[in-house]
């Protein structure tokens, strides 16, 4: 019997399967490569990317895992908020004054401007109140806090009717998240915004190499502990155990450990783990996921491009919502320009949606033709490489009401531990925030295992007058030795 199987091999799975390497583990993971949404390729000074690709700093569990794995991060030299939009590049200066200077008519204009101070005002708010960490405060009080903040309705209704133009720039920064602005919530759009205006979350950092680099070097660390191609189909508590049954190269198998993190999308969570309680199930299948696809293009160009001082340029009206500089990082270490580059395009929400039956082929080529337009006219002659990538399930978005399932998630439910960027806000720190928790309650669970079976048990003789307590407190500090291990651990 293991001490913990892993479910599921993307970023969460990863995180929570580098805690737990000093103990006895598995790693199941249906597809035939780790990562899940995080996925990137070297290509000599270059890397290819589809995938997650902004990480955070400083004070982060990123940081932290970042540093113990010995893999390197650095803060993206780029600007991080250029637009291309009606034939003009923005590459610098405020984004407050985009409105002003993109071409677009006098009523777009307008909108943008009085919508934009409304946003910015609520952006003020969320930032000095919402997302702040108060003292005393725990991490699960800051996240319910959060997904409460204008939960009630939808972007849409929070901003109101806009002109076209209006309408299609700020689109482009909220659908971002993978839902449309009649999707996701208010507080949700919000949050967007602060990412873009620099008082976000703080994920403003690239690894070197490419974000695939820290799934392979933990990967490396825990070596033939994991098992690609193995699809689970159930998970079911037993009395002091955990059976999961996988099917693996068309023959099924049954795996028991003595606890299981649960790292996959919350839908495949739901549809699997069979016997967790009603309400925890019902959250988990009230998760919503929108699409994303992205397409990545090595480029062989041997001067200066215009858009080398930028990482992010987001593109309005066009088959992709934004373009990601992956060059960026290199750019940003040498004192002469080296010829080549990389970028990446993200089509996520109804942009994805439209693509995900497209072949390769013409996913590709309608990015091309709109980078020709985004960057530079001759831009597709200097690709050499180009590939597309796609998720149906891309990534979770907050929708009106999203908050009242928080409780739910978070809840410990026996020995089955939930991770994944659903639980949070955080996109990629969530992953690893959550993958850490579901780690350390795994090990606080064999550890109290372990306690148990190397304790004697000894029969306790009835006194024939009942003696005080010996120790005075709450009736739950006394009564560790005859709850089940579960309620031990829910305490």
Known sequence: MKDVIVIGGGLAGMSAAWRLRHWDIEVLEADTRLGGRIRSERRGAYWL?????????????????????????????????????????????????????????????????????KIAASVLRYVADVVRVRPGESGAQRQQRIYDFENSRTFADFVGAMPPDATELIKTTVTRSAGEMDQISAGAGIGYFSLVLGFGAGLDRGIVGGPSTLIEAISAAIGDRVQLGAEVHEVVHRKDSVLVRYRQDGVDHEAEARTVVLATTANVSHRVAVDLPDDVRDALGRIVYGPHVSAAFLTDEQGPRRWDDVYAIAAPKRSFAIALNQASIVRGTESERRPGGSIMTFSPANLGRALLDKSDEEIVESHLRDLDQVLDRNFSSSVVEAHASRWAQGSPYSFPGRGTLQSALTRPSGRVFLAGDYLGTLYTETSITTGFSAAQDAMSLLATDRQRAGRPVVQQVQPAVPAPPAVVGHPRQHQTSISSSSERHAS
């Open 49 to 117: 990317n589809w995938g997650g690709h902004l990480f955070a700093g400083a004070g982060t569990s990123t940081d932290l895992l970042l540093s113990e794995v010995g893999v390197t991060a650095v803060a993206l030299p780029g600007s991080l908020a250029g637009l291309s939009m009606n034939g003009r590049l923005l590459r610098g200066g405020s984004i407050a004054t985009y409105p002003l200077r993109v071409p677009m008519p006098l009523d777009a204009r307008l909108a943008v401007l009085t919508k934009g101070a």
